[in-house]
């Protein structure tokens, strides 16, 4: 799974790496070390548009979205806290993703992500969780495969008020290799950049060829180093997280 990761990088930054067109200044997150579920995070979108031709051009758009997918047909926001991931190999037929799977997908940028392994204390001889953080070896932006959805409050009166709507995200995982894989055995499932298009494009719904886009993540070049425990609280945030630390 990923229950935790690194989101540090400035909204202008990601705006050229991705090739965003529409990101509204004012809309703004902090740069995360330990970026939980249920807290704010930038996506990577893009939504048709019909003009005036009826033609449908797309602009790609960078806007916060609460991590822990809400289906449109859950009863309250409380789902999303159960559905931070999405499973590559059912994602296309599950009743939570299988829609969003076909018209509402997305990117998670991240510098990387967090897993434990469980180790065994020499002084103690109990079992203890140690943090790993998990990132490319270039250091470059991870592109995570997401999926969105639009939750309606049914509490609130107007379709057309603001707080009628939560729009909220999950993280596609895989089998976990290189590095990853000898830490836990699963991990987020990152995107190479020529494959950016086409996850993104609201046109494209073919399940089949939408699953040949999710491949092997990071080309196998990842690295894993030992961290200190104050990760494991979601309280802590700050570069001090990623420091190494002897396991």
Not at 42 to 50: D, K, M
Not at 93 to 111: I, S, T, Y
Request: hydrophobic content about 40%; glycine content about 4%; charged content about 25%.
């Amino acid at each position: 799974m990923c229950g935790r990761y690194v989101s540090a990088r400035s909204p202008e930054d990601l705006v050229q790496l991705f090739q965003v067109t529409d990101w509204r200044a004012e809309e703004t997150l902090a740069p995360s070390w330990n970026v939980a579920p249920t807290d704010e995070v930038w996506a990577v979108l893009e939504r048709a548009a019909r003009g005036h031709d009826g033609a449908a051009p797309h602009g790609r758009q960078l806007r916060p979205l609460r991590w822990g997918l809400v289906p449109s047909w859950a009863k309250d926001v409380k789902a999303g806290a159960r559905m931070i991931n999405a499973r590559v190999e059912t994602v296309h037929e599950k009743p939570a993703f299988r829609r969003a799977f076909l018209k509402h997908r997305c990117l998670l940028p991240a510098d990387g992500f967090y897993e434990w392994e469980q180790v065994k204390d020499h002084d103690t001889g109990k079992v203890r969780k140690q943090p790993y953080f998990i990132h490319p070896e270039d250091d470059q932006v991870m592109a995570l495969a997401g999926l969105y959805a639009y939750w309606r409050d049914r509490s609130v009166k107007h379709d057309d008020d603001p707080a009628a709507w939560l729009v909220t995200c999950t993280i596609i995982t895989t089998e976990a290799t290189d590095a990853a894989g000898r830490v836990h055995p699963r991990m987020p499932l990152a995107l190479t950049e020529d494959h950016y298009d086409a996850w993104l494009d609201p046109h494209h719904q073919d399940p089949d060829e939408l699953r040949a886009l999710l491949t092997q993540p990071a080309d196998g070049h990842l690295d894993a180093r030992p961290v200190a425990p104050a990760v494991n609280n979601v309280r802590n945030n700050g570069p001090e997280l990623l420091e190494e630390s002897a396991p």
